[in-house]
T-cell receptor, first 117, second 112 residues
Framework: DTGVSQDPRHKITKRGQNVTFRCDPI?????LYWYRQTLGQGPEFLTY????????KSRLLSDRFSAERPKGSFSTLEIQRTEQGDSAMYLC???????????????FGSGTRLTVV | LAKTTQPISMDSYEGQEVNITCSHN???????ITWYQQFPSQGPRFIIQ???TKVTNEVASLFIPADRKSSTLSLPRVSLSDTAVYYC?????????????FGAGTRLFVKA
């Protein structure tokens, strides 16, 4: 296992188009997270899965955004009717579930850079 | 979620020890302190995590005083490749740690 993989690395799309990103987490990690990062800022939490269940969504996540994690393995993040403000780096991370002794830290992928023109 | 405050930027020279301090006054009892490093066009990379006192691994040390209201990441003998953004995060399994607020981080510039 080589870590968290994200595909594609870069995506350029026209405003109004739909885009979908994929994340393959570390196989034994049951938790998966999506973040968005704009230039000069730290990552912002978008949503979180434990196995296949989506347990938390940020209020930042508009109805145009949807995420899935079928069978608790890979995850997809779809953005419908993209807007220029959606241009950002979309990061996926995974982790082992907390055992009550603290989280073991997140492993991030290299991200998908989205540019909406 | 505990808010963190860290310097916006720091400069250093190769071979020096760098200490980056993070304030987290409202840290909760079950919260852990985690530091990440991020290079341009890459995702953040886990560096070190601790709960109290001192933690050391092969790349860094983390010092946490008894009141846990701050923490210091120590990078021994930095090199040019340590130029990156460093994030301090506070959270845990009972305080929504998965919602991890990264903030703007500390931009470390290592000069030759």
């Amino acid at each position: 296992d080589t870590g968290v993989s994200q595909d594609p690395r870069h995506k350029i799309t026209k405003r109004g188009q739909n885009v979908t990103f994929r994340c393959d987490p570390i196989s034994e990690h049951n938790r998966l997270y999506w973040y968005r990062q704009t230039l000069g800022q730290g990552p912002e939490f978008l949503t979180y899965f434990q196995n296949e269940a989506q347990l938390e969504k940020s209020r930042l996540l508009s109805d145009r955004f949807s995420a899935e994690r079928p069978k608790g393995s890979f995850s997809t993040l779809e953005i419908q009717r993209t807007e220029q403000g959606d241009s950002a780096m979309y990061l996926c991370a995974s982790s082992l579930g907390a055992t009550g002794q603290g989280d073991y830290g997140y492993t991030f992928g290299s991200g998908t850079r989205l540019t909406v023109v | 979620l505990a808010k963190t405050t860290q310097p916006i930027s720091m400069d250093s020279y190769e071979g020096q020890e760098v200490n980056i301090t993070c304030s987290h006054n409202n840290i909760a009892t079950n919260d852990y302190i985690t530091w990440y490093q991020q290079f341009p066009s890459q995702g953040p990379r886990f560096i070190i995590q601790g709960y109290k006192t001192k933690v050391t691994n092969e790349v860094a040390s983390l010092f946490i005083p008894a009141d846990r209201k701050s923490s210091t990441l120590s990078l021994p003998r930095v090199s040019l490749s340590d130029t990156a953004v460093y994030y301090c995060l506070v959270g845990g399994p009972y305080t929504g740690g998965f919602k991890t607020i990264f903030g703007a981080g500390t931009r470390l510039f290592v000069k030759a």
